[in-house]
């Protein structure tokens, strides 16, 4: 499976975004997905993972209440909706998608990742 993440850009503290994560070549219904980030300097961090049919979640504790992670499977995308932006949320977006496990934190045990996608939030 193929995976194009988009959405990003810059917005003000406060602001929001949506990230949108589209699957090419294979049902995206087959996988589970995640969201992580990385910060210039720092280790790609967890954000937020769903399983396959969209029932369950996880999140980093902190990102709860603030992100929301969804997907539709008739149109082979998920997104990430990230609302009252921070400057700390500053980092590159990658979507990510495993047929091994649900809900995973760790990036190992994501198969297949998209190519990132920018957030810039200024103060």
């Known amino acids: 499976v193929q995976l194009q993440a988009s959405g990003g850009g810059v917005v003000q503290s406060g602001g929001s975004l949506r990230l949108s994560c589209a699957a090419s070549?294979?049902?995206?219904?087959?996988?589970?997905m995640g969201w992580f980030r990385q910060a210039p300097g720092k280790e790609r961090e967890f954000v937020a993972a769903i399983d396959w049919r969209g029932s369950s979640t996880n999140y980093k504790d902190s990102k709860k209440g603030r992100f929301t992670i969804s997907r539709d499977n008739a149109k082979n995308t998920g997104y990430l909706q990230m609302n009252s932006l921070k400057p700390e949320d500053t980092a590159v977006y990658y979507c990510?998608?495993?047929?091994?496990?649900?809900?995973?934190?760790?990036?190992?045990?994501?198969?297949?990742w998209g190519q990132g996608t920018q957030v810039t939030v200024s103060s």
């Open positions: 070549r294979l049902p995206l219904s087959l996988y589970s």
């Open positions: 990510a998608a495993s047929r091994r496990f649900s809900v995973a934190e760790v990036p190992t045990d994501y198969d297949y």
